[in-house]
């Protein structure tokens, strides 16, 4: 047998338990099959949707095909072998939203077929950890299910999927899902006093107990953001800080593995040198900076309180009224 293909999709989402990897049973995007229905995917290529080749071609699979290969849900599944005997063996990789600290599951179905292979390797990498895993054939087409744990480092984490070995010539993959392991918040924050887009990232703290966990959030235009955590199900004061804007206490947030979980606040405007108060160091910045527009050489971001990309009578305004404040 010609070796067939292999290539993943991941689906993104967020809340507690939802599904991050997009077109993660490889169902999506332009196939485009040769005569034994299916479709060489190279390094570089994005053929299927919201994945990426890399390190070797693989193949993507349609049933049916004159091979027997059946993909695990839907018509589509991969070769990581494509029609190569030994390795190296091709890949995919896609970049999914993750809240460093926090523990996400990876899941996927190994592919092997008793006419083709007596067992698959895999090699899946994410957050700086790698794993190998290894299924062994049985009567015709199989697909066994694996989960493998890690741990995100960064806002976006690549996941990366190769084949590793076979015997002797298919590595099949199929139904790839990341899901976050602990509870999920998801929010919306009201930036007070400001007409620019909200998009930026906000740091935020859970106390709770004997249980803590601090991570940034992206918001997004409409001001709302979701994290997930690695946090014992529970009730937890949330603390939110953005730069120029007073950090934020909101008590008796409940985390429920199920969720959803969900809370709204607003920040109060004037913090420019970010020290938590409004006091006249933040006046003393503005004042530096009073009269610029983006682009002079005395241009302060954070002393553009109402993003109107100039500093001025307004902004001076926002501070002015709620100097003497101090965050929680």
């Known amino acids: 047998m010609k070796n067939v293909a292999l290539i993943c999709a991941m689906a993104a989402c967020g809340s507690a338990s ?26 570089g290529s994005t053929a299927c949707s919201h994945w990426t080749g890399f390190q070797h071609e693989v193949a993507w699979m349609a049933d049916p095909n004159p091979f027997g290969i059946v993909a695990a849900s839907g018509i589509r599944s991969l070769d990581l072998t494509d029609y190569f005997d030994t390795p190296p063996f091709g890949g995919l990789r896609q970049a999914i939203a993750t809240t460093p600290g926090a523990v996400y599951r990876l899941s ?75 509870p999920t918040l998801s929010g919306h924050v009201d930036l007070l006093d400001y007409f620019g887009s909200p998009e ?22 409409a001001g709302n953001f979701e994290v997930a955590t690695n946090l014992p199900p529970g009730q937890y004061t949330v603390l939110i800080k953005a730069s120029h804007w007073l950090r934020k206490a909101v008590v008796d947030v409940a985390l429920t593995a ?20 409004v006091t006249i160091g933040d006046y003393s910045r503005l004042s530096s900076a009073f009269g610029s527009e983006l682009g002079s050489g005395n241009w302060d971001s954070e002393a553009d309180l109402n993003g109107d990309e100039a500093v001025d009578i307004g902004d001076f305004a926002i501070l002015s009224a709620h100097f003497g404040e101090a965050g929680d």
């Not at 939802?18 to 995007?29: D, I, K, S, T, Y």
């Not at 935020?204 to 997004?220: H, I």
Request: glycine share 12%; charged share 15%.
């Open 18 to 43: 939802a599904e991050l990897v997009r077109n993660g049973g490889f169902e999506e995007g332009t196939f485009v099959p040769n005569g034994h229905n299916v479709m060489t995917l190279g390094v």
């Open 108 to 182: 996927l179905k190994i592919g092997t077929h008793s006419s083709w292979t007596n067992f698959a390797t895999v090699d899946i990498a994410a957050a700086g950890a790698s794993t190998s895993l290894t299924s062994m054939s049985g009567t015709s087409q199989r697909w066994e299910l694996f989960t493998w744990d890690f741990t995100a480092t960064s806002l976006s984490t690549s996941i990366e999927i190769s084949g590793a070995s076979s015997s002797y010539t298919y590595v099949g993959l199929d139904d790839v899902g990341v899901v976050a392991v602990g």
């Open 200 to 221: 930026r990232i906000i740091q935020l703290e859970f106390v709770g107990g004997t249980s803590s966990f601090a991570c940034p959030a992206l918001l997004d235009t």
């Open 258 to 277: 199920a969720g959803p979980n969900w809370l709204s606040t607003a920040l109060t405007n004037g913090d420019v040198d970010d020290d938590n108060e």
